[in-house]
Nanobody, 115 residues
Framework: QVQLVESGGGLVQPGGSLRLSCAAS????????MGWYRQAPGKQRELVAL???????NFADSVKGRFTISRDTAKNTVYLQMNNLKPEDTAVYYC?????????WGQGTQVSVSS
């Protein structure tokens, strides 16, 4: 069992930055593939970024070059650094942990990009 708690969302102007955090507890954090997903109103949840237990990463085309994902194993935390934010990045952002066919989700944190 894994518990995930996101934080760091908020309102930011276009071109601004935010860093989301996802604190994990309850299992061996380093063995999990961690990811960030987002869901905008009226749209399906979509992948934003993944970080694998090997340290490899994967990003949606829409955020490449603007977002980075990292993990701090000592703190059991995964981060999503979001730069040059655009209005279309507005969504609820969810943290996910996955391993061996099991997936766990956090409660989500709202990110709003508006002038």
């Amino acid at each position: 069992q894994v518990q995930l708690v996101e934080s760091g969302g908020g309102l930011v102007q276009p071109g601004g930055s935010l860093r989301l955090s996802c604190a994990a507890s309850g299992s061996i954090f380093s063995a999990y593939r961690m990811g960030w997903y987002r869901q905008a109103p009226g749209k399906q949840r979509e992948l934003v970024a993944l970080i694998f237990s090997s340290g490899g990463t994967n990003f949606a085309d829409s955020v490449k070059g603007r977002f980075t994902i990292s993990r701090d194993t000592a703190k059991n935390t995964v981060y999503l650094q979001m730069n040059n934010l655009k209005p279309e990045d507005t969504a609820v952002y969810y943290c996910q942990a996955a391993r061996n066919g099991y997936t766990y989700w956090g409660q989500g944190t709202q990110v709003s990009v508006s002038s």
